[in-house]
């Protein structure tokens, strides 16, 4: 069936799946256009949204915007009681200074300093926090009794301090040591992820949980861990009061090797004994962790702007396309003087794309299944829109048939391959593999699985729930461009990720090649059609982590 879908795509001589211009559009309305991409995120990247922030006059503008076009579509609204939102709630933290926090070792201080040496902030909404407790160096603080590993054995956190090291344990073993294998060689898996550590620390009553920073395995330098000292955000939810720990950040590496040789530990050994199965966690002698802080709390809600196309046959089963429509909003002057960080490509073009993919699906013939189209917030303050989508959801995600999400495009030009995300999670892999092979073009894995970009973006929520996803993400690896190959692809990550990732110039540009993001915004239009023409429930993989959840609402899906 996802061949019979994919011929009604027509793909040009030279390059296949390149994406329309104007004069193609007006022959075949159901391509994706590149000059109705560009004209989007010129709107959503101008000045007049301020980078697009939650709870800002500019983010306020984004949700008004996108409720305007999906309306113009004609899809009909798919928020709360036929609404176009889903309301967040949400509140934003800051550490104020000075902050107090320092290691105290058989009575002897080591002061750290915010940003310097540690970046410490909460997600309750608290007033003040005052921690004086031991630590325990927890190793990777993973519990995967489906992996038969469990750092913590006997091990009480209970208003204690949880020190972990980042990533999990297979990562940068040495070949042919024990543990090879155990958690995916050197694909991080969701054990290896911080906010893993935070919520397994929390699950045990910990007061407090640090992670020490490396960059290799963090996957980012210490300046982009540091780079909001004290300052977090989190959604109001019902548990939050005493749900998570009440201090949460990183610990420089330094800091960390200086406490550790104070309290007659060598981290390094310590690192080579927590990736074998026989470690546990212990209670680090003499050493305890002091904190002293007042916390500024704010109020504010946002929105996740959703729209739906109803099925005809199967209106209950839900197909969703997705895109943070978020951005950095407004900070320090650069060079130039600019102020704003417009988000151009990170997410305003995936917004851009799930507008053109509702396009083509709306001109085409009626699907069988329903496709929810959404725009979620917060995704830079930690995927808070779409998790909060993910606990209390419109559409049931038992029958959800899967996430397929775009989040920092190709704007090179067409690409001989699609850079899968997260390789061996689930089916929709195949699917991906199929749909590419349709357009000439192969699959290639990202290249630095150990990052667990994953774990670090929108469709993340989702996947936790047990709906199989789907990322486009351009950052996880090189593509093979027809110009320049896979050279020009690494230069062409090298130049955003370098310079433009998160910053002022992260700017629309006209002269962008866009046939690339279109082929991309193609392939999840082809499997949404497939997908949504049959009956078929794609599945997690064998030794997924996310596996184990949607088994449990099998008898929700029909494939009758």
Not at 9 to 25: M, S
Not at 272 to 289: L, T, Y
Request: proline share 6%; charged share 25%; glycine share 10%.
């Amino acid at each position: 069936m996802l061949l019979r879908a994919l011929t009604g795509l027509i793909f040009g001589a030279a390059v296949a799946g390149c994406g329309a211009g104007d004069e193609d559009v007006a022959k075949n309305p159901a391509r994706i256009e590149t000059a109705r991409l560009s004209a989007i995120v010129r709107e959503l990247a101008s000045d007049d949204y301020e980078g697009r922030a939650p709870g800002t006059p500019g983010g306020r503008k984004t949700v008004e915007y996108l409720i305007r076009r999906f309306n113009e579509l004609g899809l009909d609204p798919g928020g709360v009681e036929g609404s176009w939102t889903h309301d967040v709630p949400m509140i934003h933290t800051q550490v104020e200074a000075p902050a107090t926090m320092q290691f105290v070792v058989d009575g002897v201080p080591q002061p750290l300093e915010q940003k310097l040496n540690i970046e410490a902030s909460t997600v309750r909404e608290v007033d003040s926090i005052l921690i004086d407790a031991p630590v325990v160096f927890v190793g990777f603080g993973a519990y995967a009794p489906e992996r038969n590993w469990d750092d913590y054995g006997d091990i009480d956190l209970e208003a204690k301090v949880a020190l972990f090291l980042v990533n999990d344990p297979d990562f940068a073993a040495e070949p042919g040591e024990p543990v090879a294998g155990v958690f995916g060689n050197r694909r991080m898996t969701y054990y290896g992820r911080w906010t893993y550590k935070f919520e397994e620390a929390a699950r045990r009553g910990a007061a407090a949980a640090l992670v020490i920073h490396e960059t290799g395995a963090a996957g980012y330098g210490w300046n982009v861990a540091s780079s909001s000292p004290g300052e977090n955000y989190a959604v109001v939810h019902a548990d939050m009061a005493t749900a998570p720990v009440m201090l949460q950040g990183w610990l420089h590496g330094d800091a960390a090797s200086a406490l550790m040789a104070s309290a007659g530990y060598d981290l390094e050994e310590l690192r080579k004994q927590a990736r074998s199965p026989d470690f546990q966690a212990f209670e680090m002698d003499g050493a305890r962790f002091e904190a002293e802080l007042s916390v500024a709390v704010e109020h504010f809600e946002s929105s996740n702007v959703l729209a739906i196309l109803p099925g005809e046959a199967h209106p209950d089963e839900f197909l969703m396309v997705a895109a943070h429509w978020d951005a950095y909003g407004t900070g320090e002057p650069d060079e130039q003087g600019r102020t704003v960080r417009p988000g151009a490509n990170d997410d305003a073009l995936g917004i851009a794309g799930v507008l053109e993919i509702a396009r083509v699906l709306k001109s085409g013939p009626p699907l069988q299944r329903s496709v929810v189209f959404a725009a979620w917030t917060a995704e830079e303050s930690g995927l808070l829109g779409s998790d909060a989508y993910a606990r209390d959801p419109i559409y049931p995600l038992e029958t959800t048939v899967a996430n397929l999400s775009l989040d920092i495009l190709n704007t090179a030009g067409p690409a001989r391959d699609v850079v899968l995300v997260g390789e061996g999670q689930s089916e929709l892999e195949d699917d991906l593999v199929r749909a590419a092979a349709a357009q000439g073009r192969s699959v290639t894995p990202e290249s630095l699985p150990e990052n667990g970009l994953f774990f670090r973006a929108d469709h993340f929520p989702m996947a936790r729930g047990g709906v199989p996803v789907l990322l486009i993400m351009q950052i996880a690896g090189a593509a093979d461009l027809v110009d320049g190959g896979r050279q020009a692809g690494e230069q062409w990550i090298a130049d955003y990720v370098g310079n433009c990732y998160h910053q002022t110039c992260d700017a629309w540009d006209p002269d962008w090649d866009l046939r690339g993001a279109a082929q991309d915004m193609e392939l999840l239009q082809a499997i949404i059609e497939d997908l949504g023409n049959s009956r078929r429930w794609p599945q997690w993989k064998a030794g997924s982590e996310f596996k184990a959840v949607r088994e449990q609402s099998a008898s929700a899906r029909s494939e009758e």
